[in-house]
Antibody, heavy 128, light 108 residues
Framework: QVQLVESGGGLVKPGGSLRLSCAASGYTFSDYYMSWVRQAPGKGLEWVSYISTSATIMYSADSVRGRFTISRDNAKNSLYLQMNSLRAEDTAVYYC?????????????????????WGQGTLVTVSS | EIVLTQSPGTLSLSPGDRAALSCRASQSVSSNYLAWYQRKTGQPPRLLVYGASIRATGIPDRFSGSGSGTDFTLTISRLEPEDFAVYYCQQYGTSPVTFGQGTRLEIK
């Protein structure tokens, strides 16, 4: 069965850095786009960043662009999020999530930008 | 970006009741690319519906999605005790993908 397990969260001071990891199992990791999605306390869900299957395409939300970097290691079935210059408003539970895909009529790979599997999440707290 | 507004914020119903949750978009959702998720305390979101009306694998048929353009609805035909949770809609037709703020379905 598909499993996504995040790790690396914790307490960090404003301006600090943290690296989150997500270990995937139960499917062919390299076949899927992946994302990080977060939920701040008392707030809704916010997409953070996605990465393509071969890590050639990466895109991030305006709120984190230039500070957060998504990456993956298909040999290790792992997804990462390097978070720098952290702010109090980055405090949230961070989830890794998988994007489904299909092949179009020309047999091109087409990712879909909803999420069919999510991890349990890891809490990041930014506070002095 | 597309803003999704869910209503009501909280819905109080009893097991066996029918629930209708609304998700309204600030502009038309491309290709009706709208998904619904269920979120229980301490658990990650669970995909219920995608493409506005397609049930995800393993989702009971009491859950149904409908709508198009800017107005979408998730209907739960007969509430079971395990259905009381928070529900989120998400549009994925226009970048960046965005979520609604959620509807809390609570036991009356």
């Amino acid at each position: 069965q598909v499993q996504l397990v995040e790790s690396g969260g914790g307490l960090v001071k404003p301006g600090g850095s943290l690296r989150l990891s997500c270990a995937a199992s139960g499917y062919t990791f390299s076949d899927y786009y992946m994302s990080w999605v977060r939920q701040a306390p008392g707030k809704g869900l916010e997409w953070v960043s996605y990465i393509s299957t071969s890590a050639t395409i990466m895109y991030s939300a305006d709120s984190v662009r230039g500070r957060f970097t998504i990456s993956r290691d298909n040999a290790k079935n792992s997804l990462y999020l390097q978070m720098n210059s952290l702010r109090a408003e980055d405090t949230a539970v961070y989830y890794c999530a998988r994007h489904p895909y299909y092949y179009d009529s020309s047999n091109y790979y087409k990712p879909l930008y909803y999420f069919d599997y999510w991890g349990q999440g890891t809490l990041v707290t930014v506070s002095s | 970006e597309i803003v999704l507004t869910q209503s009501p914020g909280t819905l109080s119903l009893s097991p066996g009741d029918r629930a209708a949750l609304s998700c309204r978009a600030s502009q038309s959702v491309s290709s009706n690319y709208l998904a619904w998720y269920q979120r229980k305390t301490g658990q990650p979101p669970r995909l219920l519906v995608y493409g506005a009306s397609i049930r995800a694998t393993g989702i009971p048929d009491r859950f149904s999605g409908s709508g198009s353009g800017t107005d979408f609805t998730l209907t739960i035909s007969r509430l079971e005790p395990e259905d009381f949770a928070v529900y989120y809609c998400q549009q994925y037709g226009t970048s960046p993908v965005t979520f609604g703020q959620g509807t809390r379905l609570e036991i009356k």
